[in-house]
T-cell receptor
């Protein structure tokens, strides 16, 4: 079974802030990725964290706590175009990506 | 423009037929991957290749085959042995294996429907 977990769906309002959580369990860890995927399209890279702490990139920030097996993606000043699925994935000891099922984010006006 | 192309975007096949999905990249990446995406599930790795003329099975390789005769190309064949082939197939590439920061770049995907 999967050892990476994220909520299936979240809803937020345009202009607001939303935090998407991701938890994982692994003995070997080489970093955690966040990707954005619009319906029917390819995932696109958002962020990579390998050290604990917060990485900020414009409206999007990603946080990692390796000791807790926990990451979150923070989206600020939400826009309608942010409606998409957000995929987290950790890189294991074999440098393979293990993917979560994705969180579908619905933005309402 | 560098990138990854997959064709076709939509593909319909009759049950029992083999079908080949193409994937081409001009990013000069060594590593290439095939994933399958089903509703409510994460991306699942079918096959990957770190170098020309070499490839390894992923988690769900049964019923699939690949080749890597050229660095730029990594076609996937969905054989009649694959019991549930209808899915969204994504091809990806990255600079190489064994790197901690190894962003994967994805193609637009092929949606295969077996009738």
């Amino acid at each position: 079974g999967q050892n990476i977990d994220q909520p299936t769906e979240m809803t937020a309002t345009e202009g607001a802030i939303v935090q998407i959580n991701c938890t994982y369990q692994t003995s070997g860890f080489n970093g955690l990725f966040w990707y954005q995927q619009h319906a029917g399209e390819a995932p696109t890279f958002l962020s990579y964290n390998v050290l604990d702490g917060l990485e900020e990139k414009g409206r999007f920030s990603s946080f990692l706590s390796r000791s807790k097996g926990y990451s979150y993606l923070l989206l600020k000043e939400l826009q309608m175009k942010d409606s998409a699925s957000y995929l987290c994935a950790y890189m294991d000891s074999n440098y393979q990506l293990i993917w979560g099922a994705g969180t579908k984010l619905i933005i309402k006006p | 423009d560098g990138g990854i192309t997959q064709s076709p975007k939509y593909l319909f096949r009759k049950e029992g037929q083999n079908v080949t999905l193409s994937c081409e990249q001009n990013l000069n990446h060594d590593a290439m991957y095939w994933y399958r995406q089903d509703p409510g599930q994460g991306l699942r790795l079918i096959y990957y290749s770190q170098i020309v003329n070499d490839f390894q099975k992923g988690d769900i390789a049964e019923g699939y085959s690949v080749s890597r005769e050229k660095k730029e190309s990594f076609p996937l064949t969905v054989t009649s042995a694959q019991k549930n082939p209808t899915a969204f197939y994504l091809c990806a590439s990255s600079i190489g294996e064994g790197l901690a920061y190894n962003e994967q770049f994805f193609g637009p995907g092929t949606r295969l429907t077996v009738l």
